[in-house]
């Protein structure tokens, strides 16, 4: 028997997105997407605060990284808008960076 196992394990990659970056996502339950910006990020867990069309109140959504790989979430994020990354959009599953003359909304 071995007492110590290595196992692989799933985790987002932290140096691809950062706090302050604009985020939009979209559930496979949801019948449509919400933009913010991250709030704070873990290597199992995104945040993302977004303006739910009420007053002056904001909120959140978390997706966890289990979600994302199992593709029940569209994402796109950026840090400036001139390069605007995607995960699970379409039938491509790999992180990929959207061309700057396609003008995809964030």
Not at 72 to 100: L, T
């Amino acid at each position: 028997m071995d007492l110590i196992v290595e196992k692989p394990t799933i985790a987002y990659n932290l140096s691809q997105i950062q706090p302050g970056y604009l985020f939009y996502a979209k559930h496979n339950t949801w019948d449509s997407g919400k933009a913010g910006f991250v709030t704070s990020i873990t290597e199992k867990q995104v945040t993302v605060q977004y303006h739910p069309g009420i007053g002056n109140v904001t909120n959140h959504f978390h997706i966890p990284v289990s979600e994302a790989a199992a593709n029940e979430w569209e994402i796109r994020w950026s840090a400036d808008m001139a390069n605007v990354f995607q995960y699970n959009i379409g039938e491509g599953q790999e992180m990929e960076k959207e061309s700057e003359a396609r003008g995809t909304d964030i």
